[in-house]
């Protein structure tokens, strides 16, 4: 299921306590388009699907990353993309999308975004796997 442009928000808004959507918005895209860098394929594709389409496209033309980032140097890239972010905020930040990002797809789809990532985004998608 595709959630509504306003929808996908609203969760990210409340999930980041952001003041504004506009804040949401602006946590999203960067999350989204840094993702989207460590996606590949189909899996890139079918998560797309399950966006709202302005997300979609975000996801679907990403930043460009010469390396899967650890979750860590993803915080700090994305911190870096977020005006007023710290290192403290971002980690809000990001679990906040991409929590939300875990509540719009199956149990199926998120296994396979996970095995496309390095070790430990299990937790920033708040999915924490067995060991």
């Known amino acids: 299921m595709t959630l509504r442009w306003e929808a996908f928000l609203d969760h990210v808004k409340e999930r980041g306590e952001y003041g504004s959507r506009h804040e949401a918005e602006r946590a999203a895209r960067v999350v989204l388009a840094l993702l989207g860098a460590h996606l590949l394929g189909e899996v890139r594709a079918q998560l797309a699907a399950h966006l709202p389409e302005g ?77």
């Open 55 to 131: 997300f979609a496209l975000i996801l679907l033309n990403p930043l460009q990353s010469a390396e899967p980032l650890p979750p860590e140097r993803f915080l700090r890239a994305t911190a870096a993309w977020i005006d007023g972010a710290t290192e403290q905020t971002v980690a809000w930040d990001v679990s906040a999308v991409l929590s939300t990002v875990a509540d719009a797809v199956d149990d199926d789809l998120l296994k396979q975004i996970l095995l496309q990532l390095p070790a430990g985004y299990d937790l920033l998608f708040g999915r924490p796997q067995p060991i």
